[in-house]
């Protein structure tokens, strides 16, 4: 069965700091991985994909599929990244049904 | 461009009674997904709707139950409440034909006392 972990469930920095947070996954198929984000009292939103490759709000994430891991990164933090942060695995040939990890409370601190 | 809406945005309900939720994807969106949200459990899959019919279901009993109507908004059921049925029911819409971005409301916060 496929499961994604996110080992840290909070996760502070000072702005200007890098961070990393990480995600790992078991699925034996061909993974699409997904991080979430969700800012205070707002829904539940997309930042990015592992096959758009983009960067988004300054945050990468590269798809390990050695290590089987998917951590987001961004060099230099600010403020308004503090937010809650899911993993999402989509399964192949049904992308958008996810199996998410338990999330990681990123506050950045001034 | 409207979202994902979700209805009601909160709902108290009694252990053993029956609570149904609502949701409208977005305009042009056939698939409906539902996860719940519990404390302490993260994000689950509950049920995946697509063009009216129930394509996936996840490890849920069957009193979660729902359904997908003609103009895709969709209906989810549980029966027979239970107090750990309390949490935060997500729905999420996509297009279908290889889009991969699913699109979150805001959620019905349901509590059973």
């Known amino acids: 069965a496929q499961r994604v972990t996110q080992p840290e469930k909070l996760l502070s920095v000072f702005k200007g700091a890098p961070v990393e947070l990480k995600c790992n996954y078991s699925y034996s198929g061909s993974p699409e991985l997904f991080w979430y984000v969700q800012y205070s009292r707002q829904r539940l939103q997309l930042l990015l994909r592992h096959i758009s490759r983009e960067s988004i709000k300054g945050f990468t994430a590269d798809l390990n599929k050695g290590e089987t891991s998917f951590h987001l990164k961004k060099p230099f933090a600010q403020e308004e990244d503090s937010a809650m942060y899911y993993c999402?695995?989509?399964?192949?040939?049904?992308?958008?049904?996810?199996?998410f990890g338990s999330g990681t409370q990123l506050t950045v601190l001034p | 461009e409207a979202g994902v809406t979700q209805s009601p945005t909160h709902l108290i309900k009694t252990r053993g009674q029956q609570a149904t939720l609502r949701c409208s994807p977005i305009?042009?969106?056939?698939?409906v997904y539902w996860y719940q949200q519990a404390l302490g459990l993260g994000l689950q899959f509950l049920l995946w709707y697509d063009e009216g019919e129930e394509r996936n279901r996840g490890n849920f009993p069957p009193r979660f139950s729902g359904r997908q109507f003609p103009n895709y908004s969709s209906e989810l059921n549980v029966n027979a409440l239970e107090l750990e049925d309390s949490a935060l029911y997500l729905c999420?819409?996509?297009?279908?034909?290889?889009?991969?971005?699913?699109?979150f409301g805001q959620g019905t916060r349901l509590t059973v006392v």
């Open positions: 999402a695995l989509g399964l192949s040939g049904s992308a958008r049904q996810l199996t």
């Open positions: 999420a819409s996509s297009a279908t034909g290889g889009a991969t971005e699913a699109f």
């Open positions: 305009s042009g969106h056939t698939s």
